[in-house]
């Protein structure tokens, strides 16, 4: 049977990671579970597992630097919350990466990927992780581009300069994005998934696909009657779905 462990300072999703893995793999065994990254070497060591799933960010050393000491005695999975970074950078390397919080179409592709493996030698990571640190810090060098001030909207026949600030929300349609204030809703054409481009991510969390909220205008987030996460508007009676791929943006909550 194939072995693993998984390495992550928290324990819901240390359990989460394992339940999906069971789902999708029922074939492999989790032998161990580690808080960081220099647990993690150390069950590598005495476990010998095919596979080691490193959360990048944990006290102590990280998911990275963790994988720098395991090198080839494991094939490295690693697990991330939200880094298009280094999920690019994933894409390009010699490892593989589980999205948070694992869904189980995504983990899916990532348990194929890992089945082929099994017949492979274990490769050493050390020049894929040393890649990805490289193009992380130069992302993270590069000058950051202006984020959007004001949109120009439609209310009726009139265009409209809204400041950013005082938007509550966006949500889209099959044809145009709903732009919500605390005293008028107005239409713009550009799509959710180009604003985010656009928007300070500090300022405006993308929730769902379809949805943006300004994070100032979070009342906090309730479940209805389906289990759905839905985000309440300040002095507003309407809630937005939280699609289960942003879940983790209200763990602080």
Not at 197 to 218: K, S, Y
């Amino acid at each position: 049977m194939p072995t693993a462990i998984i390495a992550d300072d928290e324990r819901l999703m240390r359990d989460q990671l394992r339940m999906r893995l069971s789902q999708v793999w029922p074939e492999l065994e989790i032998v161990g579970e580690a808080k960081n990254g220099d647990e993690a070497i150390e069950l590598v060591d005495q476990l010998k597992p095919d596979f080691t799933f490193l959360d990048i960010r944990m006290p102590g050393k990280t998911g990275m630097e963790a994988a720098a000491v395991i090198g080839g005695k494991s094939n490295v999975v690693f697990v991330t919350a939200y880094d298009a970074y280094a999920v690019e950078a994933f894409e390009r390397g010699a490892v593989d990466y589980v999205l948070k919080p694992p869904e189980q179409e995504r983990l899916q592709i990532t348990v194929d990927r890992l089945k082929t493996r099994l017949s492979r030698p274990k490769e050493d990571v050390n020049a894929s992780v040393s890649a990805m640190l490289a193009q992380l810090t130069e992302k993270i060098a590069a000058p950051k581009k202006a984020h959007l001030q004001w949109i120009q909207a439609s209310i009726g026949q009139d265009l409209r300069m809204i400041p950013v600030e005082e938007i509550l929300f966006f949500r889209s349609d099959e044809k145009y994005t709903c732009v919500q204030t605390e005293k008028f809703e107005a239409l713009i054409r550009k799509p959710v998934r180009d604003l985010a481009d656009e928007l300070d991510p500090d300022l405006f969390w993308q929730i769902h696909r379809a949805t943006l909220v300004n994070v100032n205008a979070i009342e906090g987030v309730t479940r209805d009657i389906r289990g759905r996460h839905l985000v309440m508007i300040k002095g507003r009676s309407d809630k937005l779905e939280v699609s289960r791929s942003f879940l983790h943006l209200f763990k602080q909550m």
